[in-house]
T-cell receptor
């Protein structure tokens, strides 16, 4: 099925451990995004990539790094996990390139991360 | 102040009711307006998007935008139990490249 694939679906980390969340889309979309979703706080943008080779910080980038490996893949890395990073992480993609937007996003099914 | 504020809910209605979900935004530069539906433990899915004031209809769903009041709404007619979900509004500037989301309103439609 076409769409956005995220791995893993669930993960438990100990404080200080590192991990990489993987995201891939097969819709030939230009832009890709990482959001976190916490109860009562909605979706908050961590990083985004408007095109292959470019990345930009969002609202809550501290503690995270990203890599746009190619047009299809956009990974999110936690170098030293903290309990405050316990959340549900969503990857999304959009056809938007340079120019007007408003296309909306296609989201993956999410990664539920717990840091103990 | 948040860029987009969404009526928090939760909202509980009987089957067949008309549902109104609402958001306000603060910056008149926002040009694009989206509504997403998110079922429990799933990713959001795009329901509708629009970029002009007025109404846009898709089946039982109508998105309404009032740019002069900076107010957007989603109406659901003849609501069904399968409409039970969290609804998120999202707004985007003309060339911003990224959307800002409301916190969501959880809707329950009771049979």
């Amino acid at each position: 099925n076409a769409g956005v694939t995220q791995t893993p679906k669930f993960q438990v980390l100990k404080t200080g451990q590192s991990m990489t969340l993987q995201c891939a889309q097969d819709m030939n979309h230009n832009s890709m995004y990482w959001y976190r979703q916490d109860p009562g706080m909605g979706l908050r943008l961590i990083y985004y990539s408007a095109s292959e080779g470019t990345t930009d910080k969002g609202e809550v980038p501290n503690g995270y790094n990203v890599s746009r490996l190619n047009k299809r893949e956009f990974s999110l890395r936690l170098e030293s996990a903290a309990p405050s990073q316990t959340s549900v992480y969503f990857c999304a993609s959009s056809p938007k390139g340079v120019g007007p937007g408003g296309y909306g996003y296609t989201f993956g099914s999410g990664t539920r991360l717990t840091v103990v | 102040q948040k860029e987009v504020e969404q009526d928090p809910g939760p909202l509980s209605v009987p089957e067949g009711a008309i549902v109104s979900l609402n958001c306000t935004y603060s910056n008149s530069a926002f040009q694009y307006f989206m509504w997403y539906r998110q079922y429990s433990r799933k990713g959001p899915e795009l329901l509708m998007y629009t970029y002009s004031s007025g109404n846009k209809e898709d089946g039982r769903f109508t998105a309404q935008v009032d740019k002069s009041s900076k107010y957007i709404s989603l109406f659901i007619r003849d609501s069904q139990p399968s409409d039970s979900a969290t609804y998120l509004c999202a707004i985007e500037g003309a060339n911003a490249g990224k959307s800002t989301f409301g916190d969501g309103t959880t809707l329950t439609v009771k049979p």
